[in-house]
């Protein structure tokens, strides 16, 4: 990738509360770039720094050292009036407590940046009103936060990110308090959402099955320091340290791994990619199916091989269903 497929360019970043021997130092010497289009989460334990680089990015928090920029822009750059242009037009925080306006509809709530920036009530609703539906809340506008159960709400804020235009979303554990039915729908509305609309999302998480099943890139941190930044197969086939290795130990790589990961392995080895259009879906799985979904559709097709499809259903790989067993099982036997 090129300079002009980074969105986000951090350099030495770090944060520290305090001065002198009552010094905490949150964050030290993070380095972290985001591409666009990218769905990049940050992990860790609790206190690793994750959520204070988060704020960092669009400075909710200044950093005491190092430099970020968005879209070549030095943040340390731009005035009170600037920053607030750049967080509602270009990179939009998703807060965990959805911070929805009671009193106010759906509609309105999801509007509430566009009535920021100055939008016609018809312009701001016409553009509130296809988010909620491209979080599945068409026709529910005119309903308050209230009436709507916490997952539902959830879709709200990010109907409210959406809306604005916003090219990042900056996630911060938004779907921790939700039930786990309701938190996986979520995460693949995230990763729908992300891929239709062009999105670049940073996600922060504790839950590193999580972490695997919505991200792209993974950039793990221990202490305020990055303990390792790369794929989920990455992570899995070749953690940095012992460290590493123990925080992967108990994921279920079924779940974790995606297709698209066993195409760009060198640990599996698949077709040449091709331009073909498959028209029988029982031949066909996605690329963003994990290694589970993809042995399901092995068993239920009775088939030897399958077509990876992109989103525009043409063919980019292919997989067996040994390869998926065998990066299943490699994975395994490389953690141990």
Same mark, same amino acid.
């Given at each position: =990738?090129?300079?002009?497929?980074?969105?986000?360019?951090?350099?030495?970043?770090?944060?520290?509360?305090?001065?002198?021997?009552?010094?905490?130092?949150?964050?030290?010497?993070?380095?972290?770039?985001?591409?666009?289009?990218?769905?990049?989460?940050?992990? /860790?334990?609790?206190?690793? /720094?994750?959520?204070?680089?988060?704020?960092?990015?669009?400075?909710?928090?200044?950093?005491?050292?190092?430099?970020?920029?968005?879209?070549?822009?030095?943040?340390?750059?731009?005035?009170?009036?600037?920053?607030?242009?750049?967080? +509602?037009?270009?990179?939009?925080?998703?807060?965990?407590?959805?911070?929805?306006?009671?009193?106010?509809? $759906?509609?309105?709530?999801?509007?509430?940046?566009?009535?920021?920036? /100055?939008?016609?009530?018809?312009?701001?609703?016409?553009?509130?009103?296809? %988010?909620?539906?491209?979080? @599945?809340?068409?026709?529910?506008?005119?309903?308050?936060? @209230?009436?709507?159960?916490? @997952?539902?709400?959830?879709?709200?804020?990010?109907?409210?990110?959406?809306?604005?235009?916003s090219e990042v979303l900056l996630?911060?554990?938004?779907?921790?308090?939700? &039930?786990?039915?309701?938190?996986?729908?979520?995460?693949?509305?995230?990763?729908?959402?992300?891929? &239709?609309?062009?999105?670049?999302?940073?996600?922060?998480?504790?839950?590193? +099955?999580? %972490? =695997?099943?919505?991200?792209?890139?993974?950039?793990?941190?221990?202490?305020?320091?990055?303990?390792?930044?790369?794929?989920?197969? &990455?992570?899995?086939?070749?953690?940095?340290?012992?460290?590493?290795?123990?925080?992967?130990? &108990?994921?279920?790589?079924?779940?974790?791994?995606?297709?698209?990961?066993? #195409?760009?392995?060198?640990?599996?080895?698949? +077709?040449?990619?091709?331009?073909? $259009?498959v028209t029988d879906p029982a031949?066909? $799985?996605?690329?963003?199916?994990?290694?589970?979904?993809?042995?399901?559709?092995?068993?239920?097709?009775?088939?030897?091989? #399958?077509?990876?499809?992109?989103?525009? @259903?043409?063919? $980019?790989?292919?997989?067996? #269903?040994?390869?998926?067993?065998?990066?299943?099982?490699?994975?395994?036997?490389?953690?141990?």
């Open positions: =990738m090129t300079d002009s497929d980074v969105v986000i360019r951090a350099r030495g970043l770090g944060k520290v509360y305090g001065s002198g021997r009552s010094a905490t130092v949150a964050v030290e010497e993070v380095d972290l770039t985001v591409h666009r289009g990218e769905r990049h989460v940050l992990m /860790g334990l609790s206190g690793s /720094g994750k959520s204070t680089i988060l704020r960092m990015l669009n400075r909710l928090i200044e950093p005491t050292t190092g430099t970020v920029a968005v879209n070549g822009q030095d943040l340390a750059t731009l005035g009170a009036k600037q920053l607030r242009r750049l967080r +509602n037009r270009q990179i939009t925080m998703v807060f965990q407590h959805f911070a929805l306006l009671p009193h106010r509809t $759906v509609r309105e709530n999801a509007a509430f940046g566009l009535r920021l920036r /100055g939008f016609s009530r018809a312009d701001r609703g016409e553009q509130a009103d296809a %988010a909620l539906a491209a979080v @599945g809340l068409e026709g529910r506008g005119d309903a308050l936060p @209230g009436e709507l159960s916490g @997952g539902m709400q959830q879709r709200v804020g990010l109907a409210r990110a959406l809306a604005t235009g996630m911060d554990e938004p779907f921790s308090a939700l &039930d786990p039915l309701i938190r996986r729908e979520m995460q693949d509305l995230v990763v729908q959402l992300a891929g &239709d609309l062009g999105r670049t999302v940073v996600f922060v998480s504790h839950d590193l +099955n999580e %972490a =695997m099943r919505i991200g792209d890139r993974i950039t793990l941190l221990h202490d305020g320091r990055v303990a390792q930044s790369g794929t989920a197969l &990455d992570f899995l086939l070749r953690p940095a340290d012992a460290f590493v290795a123990r925080f992967t130990a &108990d994921v279920d790589r079924s779940h974790a791994l995606r297709v698209t990961d066993l #195409l760009s392995s060198d640990v599996v080895s698949t +077709n040449l990619p091709s331009t073909d $259009v031949d066909a $799985v996605p690329e963003e199916a994990t290694l589970a979904e993809a042995a399901t559709r092995f068993r239920h097709g009775f088939r030897d091989r #399958l077509a990876v499809v992109g989103p525009d @259903g043409h063919a $980019v790989g292919s997989i067996t #269903l040994d390869s998926v067993l065998a990066a299943v099982s490699g994975a395994q036997e490389r953690a141990a």
